[in-house]
T-cell receptor, first 114, second 115 residues
Framework: ETGVTQSPTHLIKTRGQQVTLRCSSQ?????VSWYQQALGQGPQFIFQYYREEENGRGNFPPRFSGLQFPNYSSELNVNALELDDSALYLC?????????????FGPGTRLTVT | AQSVTQLDSQVPVFEEAPVELRCNYSSSVSVYLFWYVQYPNQGLQLLLK??????LVKGINGFEAEFNKSQTSFHLRKPSVHISDTAEYFC?????????????FGDGTTLTVKP
């Protein structure tokens, strides 16, 4: 069973640029959630994708967008990067409709905006 | 909307001593409750969860937590800690009747176990 993987592990971008982060979900999982974890804080829910559609969104502006592909992998896109976007971005996969109700996290992508 | 407050940002403790990490939550709907651990430069790992039933839940690595509905708390305990338990611990809630995910997290408690 393959766990959740994310790429790249680290990334440095300049303010105003655009970035794409990638996530491969755990085998058999059909739901992906993205979180932003700023330094010294807990993860904040950005949005969730289920069956290739956005299924809930946290308090993040529209310049944060995402995609889910037929193989359930996912991308997080951030446009017009700001300094405050510097954070660890975590994705988590889960299987909708089960009683286990668990999500499994990847190791994260560390984004630094200068 | 939900909110989670972890009452201690840092908890230092000596090896083999007991520890309690405190978590209170607020929600207008019923929620599931979770504790996660995060080691340096890693993602989050589920320690335990409360979905229903017995209010005392046991998790991995000897941790347990007790759900108290009247006090809206979900405190994490371990009777005897090890050096390897040094990590960041997060309490989280997720509304019922939603897909897993969409969790609201506290800001974390840094547990430091000293020899």
């Amino acid at each position: 069973e393959t766990g959740v993987t994310q790429s790249p592990t680290h990334l440095i971008k300049t303010r105003g640029q655009q970035v794409t982060l990638r996530c491969s979900s755990q085998s058999g999982h059909n739901t992906v959630s993205w979180y932003q974890q700023a330094l010294g804080q807990g993860p904040q829910f950005i949005f969730q994708y289920y069956r290739e559609e956005e299924n809930g969104r946290g308090n993040f502006p529209p310049r944060f967008s995402g995609l889910q592909f037929p193989n359930y992998s996912s991308e997080l896109n951030v446009n017009a990067l700001e300094l405050d976007d510097s954070a660890l971005y975590l994705c988590a996969s889960s299987l909708a409709g089960t009683s286990a109700y668990e999500q499994y996290f990847g190791p994260g992508t560390r984004l630094t905006v200068t | 909307a939900q909110s989670v407050t972890q009452l201690d940002s840092q908890v230092p403790v000596f090896e083999e001593a007991p520890v309690e990490l405190r978590c209170n939550y607020s929600s207008s709907v019923s929620v599931y409750l979770f504790w996660y651990v995060q080691y340096p430069n890693q993602g989050l790992q589920l320690l335990l969860k409360y979905l229903s039933g017995s209010t005392l839940v046991k998790g991995i690595n000897g941790f347990e937590a007790e759900f108290n509905k009247s006090q809206t708390s979900f405190h994490l305990r371990k009777p005897s800690v090890h050096i390897s338990d040094t990590a960041e611990y997060f309490c989280a809630v997720t509304p019922l009747n939603t897909n897993a995910g969409k969790s609201t997290f506290g800001d974390g408690t840094t547990l430091t176990v000293k020899p």
